[in-house]
């Protein structure tokens, strides 16, 4: 009887130390994407903005309810606080899936803006990341139409749950710290603007630590993430001086090597396999040509991608981490190595081979 | 030698006359032809009456003489020898005739049960499979498992009787061929230990075998089906059977057998197997479910997807209360629901559940006390509940799944995995008649073959 009160006075005393763990989800604020920018005022200070959702009862149409909260302070985490004193729930990063870092912030030391991300507990670290162009506030005020929840179209962009397109590219946070850490491969943010009220995501940029940021253009963010990530789905444009045909890609891939001999010059040899139909075309397309519409891909592909590298390597970009690979690959002093690669890479040649096979013309003749 | 049978009537009449003249249905009876007498005293209500008149008074009057009468009652087929007088009572309340001829004493067991009907299968039910269960009558349950389980190594023993009050009779099946003797043995012993005052159910009498006072999870298996009965047995299992009960207890057994239907068998082997899945899965959510909710919610709701999470927090917007009670609130509301609906008659059980279910889900929304999700949980732990097959193993999960919930409240989600894991801790550290209660068979029948 005894020991049957004590438990029960353990139980009531307990119940009312429900300690500060215990918070319940309808008392919690949950930020959907968070944005820095420069602060208009003070250009070392950061502006923070942190888009933070209402749920309501009514599960349609949420897309509206939010609140865009914004704090400037000299670090992130200064801003965070004080808007913590202005919502009335306690903040939950727990569904930041979004994060945008204007442009100009990318211009600063790109190392020591990711560093309250990497130190929080809380942040996601598979959350996407993107640049905003021109501010990162632009991006988070955008308010779509037929929105769910908010930022939800971004959720979709990135997701791949939505749409899929090769010209989205999509990095998380965790492979974009990685990429900047790492020796050997740069980092690639997506840049997000908002034209005519609907979000464009069409181009991308290369960041690295303590060097401006190299933006690249629609067709090669569109070929870059063909080549990174083996997109399928995708149609690319195909003109020759006769021929001009859509290729819709039912499966790339693509692999290489780095061959760095000391007596030879050293090259990447760079294998790219495309098969597809053709989906599209200007004029007439014959079955018995094939292999000249065959030949005709390969070049494109090639001279397209042989441009792509020979950018990334005049401006010393590796986003597609070869050095990272020669470092896998070779034995000794990993700086040694790097320092290696620096010379090895200004220097290298790119050869690419292209093997196109394209299985049909798209009709029934 | 002679003197002492002489003292048997003597002392035993006096002693049933003292014990049942008042009682009504007890019958006094001589038998006399003018030149021999005999006497016959039986409980009327509990003896095959039917019996008595072509058994005894028929005889008696045709051989006329008390020697050949003597030798016949000896050769009767329920004849049973005298030992003492208190065995006498015992067995006369058990629907014996003790016949006084000259100066010895013999019993005739005629025993008549009224309620030795078949009945139909009730709490194990399966769709497809025997459609009858136990009767009430132990002879009638033997005679039902016999047919079953032709086997001649089938032993059937009788314990002694259960409970200084009650007094039921216990019968020990097993087939001598499979069974671990050692498990006999220990049975056997607890049998005789387990005293009660009145032992008058299986549940009941698996309460008096057990070590342990208090017990939560059943270790050993109570069924009514005959089917289930006789695999156990070619199992080598032993089933104690108990007089005027349609149900059996079956040991040793282990976790996954209360997991089990019949069906499993009778069914083709990818069914059974998804239904097997599913039971599993309906005793994870209704054990696991509630505590998730609160866990979720209130500590970690970044598990969830966001577009969950928020309908979640939409949908709890309008209640006051913290999670825990909100779940609390609903849990009991439910489990009063499913006491109710047992207790109630079959005619208006129906109203309770309609009252209960449908009228007090909505209006508990309405009224904000509650969140929608919630009564979606709620609704999915009372169903996949009922999921699990053995009903005693149902009831110790539904206890079971407050315990998690409450340390779950105090320390979120890490208290569910450690629940769980004390959980599993705690089933490892049972026995069921000595033997491993959560047990693996993994490899085993490689061994055997």
Redesign the interface.
């Known amino acids: 009887m005894k020991t049957l009160f004590q438990t029960c006075m353990l139980i009531c005393t307990l119940v009312v130390l429900s300690s500060c763990g215990f918070k319940d989800i309808d008392k919690r604020s949950f930020v959907v994407s968070m944005g820095i920018d420069q602060s208009q005022e003070n250009e070392k200070n950061y502006e923070v903005i942190l888009k933070i959702a209402f749920p309501s009862s009514e599960a349609n149409e949420q897309g509206k309810n939010f609140q865009l909260a914004t704090e400037t302070g000299r670090t992130i985490a200064e801003a965070v606080s004080r808007i913590k004193a202005k919502t009335s729930n306690e903040l939950d990063f727990g569904h930041m899936k979004i994060i945008v870092l204007g442009e100009k912030i990318l211009e600063r030391d790109i190392g020591q803006t990711m560093d309250w991300f990497t130190r929080r507990r809380d942040i996601q670290q598979i959350a996407f990341i993107g640049v905003g162009k021109p501010t990162a506030r632009e991006v988070l005020a955008h308010e779509p139409k037929g929105e769910r929840l908010p930022s939800n179209e971004l959720f979709l962009f990135f997701g791949e749950t939505g749409t899929e397109s090769p010209y989205v590219t999509t990095n998380y946070l965790f492979h974009f710290r990685r990429n900047l850490e790492e020796r050997g491969i740069d980092g690639y943010l997506p840049i997000i603007e908002v034209k005519d009220d609907i979000f464009s995501i069409m181009t991308m940029c290369l960041v690295k630590k303590g060097e401006k940021p190299l933006p690249l253009k629609d067709d090669e963010t569109e070929l870059f993430n063909l080549l990174n990530r083996g997109y399928d789905k995708v149609s690319i444009k195909i003109q020759g001086v006769k021929q001009h045909f859509i290729l819709s890609i039912d499966q790339l891939s693509s692999s290489y090597q780095i061959l760095s001999t000391d007596s030879q010059k050293p090259v990447i040899k760079y294998k790219v396999n495309i098969k597809g139909n053709i989906e599209e075309s200007m004029v007439e397309i014959k079955e018995e040509k094939m292999d000249q519409y065959n030949q005709l891909v390969e070049q494109v592909v090639k001279k397209r991608t042989e441009a792509l590298f020979k950018k990334l390597q005049d401006s010393h970009y590796d986003p597609l981490g070869f050095g990272l690979r020669y470092r896998a690959n070779h034995s000794g002093d990993e700086n040694v190595k790097v320092k290696e690669w620096q010379n090895i890479y200004d220097q290298i040649r790119f050869d690419v081979n292209v093997k196109a096979n394209i299985t049909g013309t798209g009709v029934i003749e | 030698m002679f003197q002492k049978k002489k003292s048997d009537v003597e002392r035993v009449k006096p002693l049933i006359e003292s014990n049942f003249k008042s009682t009504q249905d007890v019958n006094f009876q001589t038998l006399n032809t003018g030149k021999e007498k005999a006497e016959i005293i039986y409980i009327s209500t509990i003896v095959d009456q039917s019996q008595i008149h072509d058994l005894f008074y028929r005889p008696f009057f045709e051989y006329a003489n008390l020697e050949k009468f003597e030798s016949y009652v000896q050769s009767l087929p329920y004849y049973k020898s005298f030992v003492d007088e208190q065995e006498t009572i015992k067995e006369m309340l058990h629907g014996t005739v003790v016949l006084l001829i000259q100066d010895e004493v013999h019993l005739v067991g005629l025993r008549h049960q009224e309620n030795t009907a078949v009945l139909d299968a009730s709490v194990e039910t399966t769709i497809i499979g025997p459609q009858k269960a136990l009767s009430e009558d132990i002879n009638t349950n033997i005679n039902l498992i016999r047919h079953r389980y032709h086997e001649k190594s089938l032993k059937i023993e009788n314990a002694p009787n259960i409970g200084s009050k009650s007094n039921i009779e216990v019968a020990v099946v097993y087939d001598a061929e499979k069974v671990d003797a050692k498990v006999v043995e220990e049975v056997q012993k607890k049998l005789d230990k387990a005293n009660r005052p009145i032992v008058q159910s299986a549940g009941e009498l698996h309460r008096a075998l057990t070590n342990k006072k208090k017990r939560l999870f059943p270790t050993m298996l109570v069924t009514e089906r005959p089917d289930r009965i006789a695999y156990n047995l070619s199992q080598g299992k032993i089933i104690i059977m108990i007089e005027g009960l349609p149900f059996v207890l079956i040991a040793p057994t282990v976790f996954f057998d209360f997991m089990s239907s019949m069906e499993d068998f009778y069914q083709p082997y990818w069914v059974s197997k998804f239904l097997l899945s599913l039971r599993y899965l309906g005793l994870g959510i209704s054990l696991f479910l509630p505590s998730a909710y609160v866990g979720v919610?209130?500590?970690?709701?970044?598990v969830l997807r966001?577009?969950l999470?928020?309908?979640?927090?939409?949908?709890?917007?309008?209640?006051p209360y913290?999670?825990y009670l909100e779940v609390l609130f609903m849990l009991l509301m439910m489990e009063m629901l499913t006491e109710a609906s047992i207790r109630l008659p079959k005619t208006i059980g129906s109203t309770a559940t309609t009252v209960g279910g449908l009228i007090l889900g909505q209006a508990a929304t309405e009224a904000g006390l509650v969140s929608n999700i919630m009564i979606i949980i709620v609704a999915a732990v009372a169903i996949s509940n009922f999921i699990i097959p053995i009903n005693e193993m149902s009831f110790a999960m539904r206890v079971m799944k407050y315990i998690l919930l409450?340390l779950t409240?105090?320390?979120?989600l890490i208290g569910l995995v450690i629940g769980t894991i004390a959980l599993i801790y705690y089933l490892v550290s049972l026995d069921s008649v000595g033997h491993p209660y959560l047990k693996l068979f993994y490899g085993e029948s490689k061994q055997q073959s």
């Open positions: 919610t209130s500590y970690n709701p970044e966001i577009q999470a928020f309908s979640i927090a939409g949908s709890r917007v309008p209640v913290p999670s409450a409240t105090f320390t979120g």
